[in-house]
């Protein structure tokens, strides 16, 4: 499974990076928001800046919600960089929009996606990455990990080629839920990221360790 982290930070980014673990990133415009980026010169300069920063893909979202629209906009952001993939929301003209750009050779995630119905289209329309919104899901008191396996199911059983990107990680325990129940791509804060590591018995362990090697040195 790869692991992309959720967030327009560049500290984070960078951290999520040095770590040695990171495979892209997504970012979406609340994300943008947060980090005060401003007036589309701005936006874009900062998506290159994460390409240049790490290695993998890099879902930049449209926020265009009509096809002609869809299409200048992601063709705007998929010139920026060969590993842009252009993030298009679960929508009629954005089906439409996964579709044209499927054939224009323009990567997509297709985001905002909460159901097995809406995951059959994304694929079908030729998506590279499905995005299924699990802590969304686990917030209305669904829960967003069957949907994860249910998707990973029907693309197994389909012979479908999109990924399954799960988004909106909560905690350490999504993470590993998703990798048990099939997702290909984790998107997650880097607090859940870094949250993996930790173990009670490692830390007791460790000091162990410590302690009696001093009586070897
Ligand atoms: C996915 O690509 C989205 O950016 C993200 O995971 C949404 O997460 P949230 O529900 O925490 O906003």
Redesign the pocket.
Known sequence: MKFFI?TANLAQIQEAQDLGILDGV???P??MAKEGIKGEEAIMKHYVTICETVKGDV?AEVISTDFNSIIEEGKKLAALHPRIVV?VPMIKDGVKAIKWFTENKIRT?C?LVFSAGQAILAAKAGAAYV?P?I??IDDSSWDGVDLIAQIANIYSMQSFKTEI?A????SPLHIVKCAEAGADVC?C?LDSILGLLKHPLTDIGLAKFLEDAKKTR
């Open positions: 959720d997504t970012t979406n609340s994300l879902s993030k995630n985001t995005s919104f802590g969304r990107l988004a909106s990680i909560r998107t804060p």
